[in-house]
T-cell receptor, first 115, second 112 residues
Framework: GAVVSQHPSRVICKSGTSVKIECRSLDFQATTMFWYRQFPKKSLMLMATSNEGSKATYEQGVEKDKFLINHASLTLSTLTVTSAHPEDSSFYIC???????????FGSGTQLSVL | GNSVTQMEGPVTLSEEAFLTINCTYTATGYPSLFWYVQYPGEGLQLLLKATKADDKGSNKGFEATYRKETTSFHLEKGSVQVSDSAVYFCALTLGTGNQFYFGTGTSLTVIP
């Protein structure tokens, strides 16, 4: 079946640094990928939709300059948290929709901790 | 608009108890409905889905029936196990490649 690989699984960084999270579709092409943020004991918040070959679509309230999304190829999307602060600490999950059916394939998530 | 409402947790059950997690939805079209499960420290995995009214999705002993008349997709399992402890998310989408709308998640803990 389709697999979405997300790296790193966990990252700890100092405040003010930037962190890049990669999301790869391993055996299928993903023209679209969704980036979610999950707070403890809360639902998934859709941050943005990345589109291969065009700009990402951000949800209302998500800072475009802080959360940079690049969809470099049909199998790779990256989320860069720029100038990270402690309030950016969260669990970030990427996902890609199936091509032939209505289904989302999820990465295993990245736990970001900003000190 | 499109949204999903599911019962708040956390839910704690004894092993072999009956489980129901309620989920209702609103949608601007004809959605497909899903239950996803998230084990600790992991991403989400599809548990089951139903694509049209009266369809029943089932997997690993879990079932949910797409009820258009009540706009519901309640998750049930007749006898839960400790290994079922996880967070369960109800979700909908309006088509392949489209955005998914998730409920807030319901944490389930099954005690021996």
């Amino acid at each position: 079946g389709a697999v979405v690989s997300q790296h790193p699984s966990r990252v700890i960084c100092k405040s003010g640094t930037s962190v890049k999270i990669e999301c790869r579709s391993l055996d299928f092409q993903a023209t679209t990928m969704f980036w979610y943020r999950q707070f403890p004991k809360k639902s998934l918040m859709l941050m943005a939709t990345s589109n291969e070959g065009s700009k990402a679509t951000y949800e209302q309230g998500v800072e475009k300059d802080k959360f940079l999304i690049n969809h470099a190829s049909l199998t790779l999307s990256t989320l860069t948290v720029t100038s990270a602060h402690p309030e950016d600490s969260s669990f970030y999950i990427c996902s890609a929709p199936g091509i032939t059916d209505e289904k989302l394939f999820f990465g295993s998530g990245t736990q970001l901790s900003v000190l | 608009g499109n949204s999903v409402t599911q019962m708040e947790g956390p839910v704690t059950l004894s092993e072999e108890a009956f489980l129901t997690i309620n989920c209702t939805y609103t949608a601007t079209g004809y959605p497909s409905l899903f239950w996803y499960v998230q084990y600790p420290g992991e991403g989400l995995q599809l548990l089951l889905k139903a694509t049209k009214a009266d369809d029943k999705g089932s997997n690993k002993g879990f079932e949910a029936t797409y009820r258009k008349e009540t706009t519901s997709f309640h998750l049930e399992k007749g006898s839960v196990q400790v290994s079922d402890s996880a967070v369960y998310f109800c979700a909908l989408t309006l088509g392949t490649g489209n955005q998914f709308y998730f409920g807030t998640g319901t944490s389930l803990t099954v005690i021996p």
